[in-house]
Each structure stands twice: as structure tokens, then as C-alpha cells.
């Protein structure tokens, strides 16, 4: 689960979370901790190095879980292109990357408001937000797109698709 702050991600997957359906797993990418700006240049060479860097570890710790998990959710602000690059790598299971997404006007409330974090309604999260869409858009992903939708409702959205991830094939 990808997507600009502020469009749902941490408040939707917390909502699938507590419903504690069995074989699914969410885990949040910021856990591993977020380096200082200056951080990321000295130890990475710049903050796409780094989300790399850490779009790597993650799918490498999911890469471990036990077989009871049949769909681990992860929570991150990463592009794309990084999960599926690696993924291919790290993982022997299917990856699917899922967008969420709102409106910048929607996106720039919510940081002010709720998420207590103004300094991130900047038409820099739009530019991201816009790159993350476009990504979105290229590689064909499937959009939850929370501009008119509740908490509840982004996870009910969201539980279909992973429902639909654990069913079996035909």
C-alpha cells in the first residue's frame, strides 16, 4: 500500500488491522525508523537511495514470514517501481501494490487538521502524490481513492482486495 501523506494509508490499514482477519498481517514502513534529510545524503547518497535502500529491507524481512501469513499488508510511502524492482528479488510470493490517493485540496486538510502536520501540505506532497498517481497509472495498479470515502470505507475497500488476493484459483 502506497501513497502521499495524507491520503489514508496509515488510518486505513490500522482500520484492516483491528479486524484481525485471519492470515493477514500489516506492517508499517516508518517502523524501521525515518533517517534526518541530512541522514539519507551522508548514509545514502539522497532520500531515493534510502526508500530504495528501505523498500529493499522491507520486502526482505516479509520475505521470512511464517506460512500462516498469507497476505502481509505493508504501509509505506515508497514508489512502485521500487517494491516490484526488488520484489522480484526478495520475495518467493506475489506482490501486489495498491495506491491510495485522494485530492490535494482533501490531502492538504488532512495534514493540517487531524495529522497535526501542516509542514507536509506543500505542493512538494502534491508533486509526490501526482508522481505516485502517474506511477500508478503506468504500471496499470489498482487505485483506492479516499477523497469521499471514510476510514471504514477505505478498509472495507481495501479487505476486498486482500479477500480477493486470498482466495483460492481456479
Request: proline content about 5%.
Amino acid at each position: 500500500m502506497t501513497g502521499a501523506s495524507g491520503a489514508g494509508k496509515t488510518a486505513t490499514v490500522q482500520a484492516l488491522d483491528s479486524r484481525a482477519i485471519p492470515g493477514v498481517r500489516c506492517f508499517y514502513f516508518d517502523s524501521i525508523g525515518v533517517p534526518t534529510v541530512e541522514e539519507m545524503e551522508r548514509e545514502y547518497g539522497g532520500g531515493d537511495a534510502w526508500q530504495a535502500s528501505a523498500t529493499a529491507e522491507w520486502l526482505g524481512r516479509l520475505s521470512t514470514l511464517p506460512a500462516d501469513v498469507r497476505v502481509a499488508v505493508l504501509d509505506g510511502q515508497t514508489r512502485p517501481s521500487f517494491v516490484l524492482a526488488h520484489a522480484s528479488r526478495a520475495l518467493p510470493r506475489a506482490v501486489h501494490v495498491t495506491l491510495l490517493d485522494c485530492a490535494h485540496d482533501v490531502r492538504r486538510d488532512r495534514l493540517r487538521g487531524p495529522r497535526q502536520q501542516p509542514e507536509l501540505a506543500t505542493d512538494r506532497m502534491d508533486h509526490w502524490a501526482a508522481y505516485l498517481r502517474g506511477q500508478a497509472d503506468a504500471l496499470h495498479l489498482p487505485v483506492i481513492e479516499t477523497t469521499a470515502l471514510s476510514v471504514t470505507e477505505a478498509a472495507d475497500e481495501l479487505e476486498t482486495a486482500v479477500r480477493r488476493l486470498m482466495a483460492p484459483v481456479e
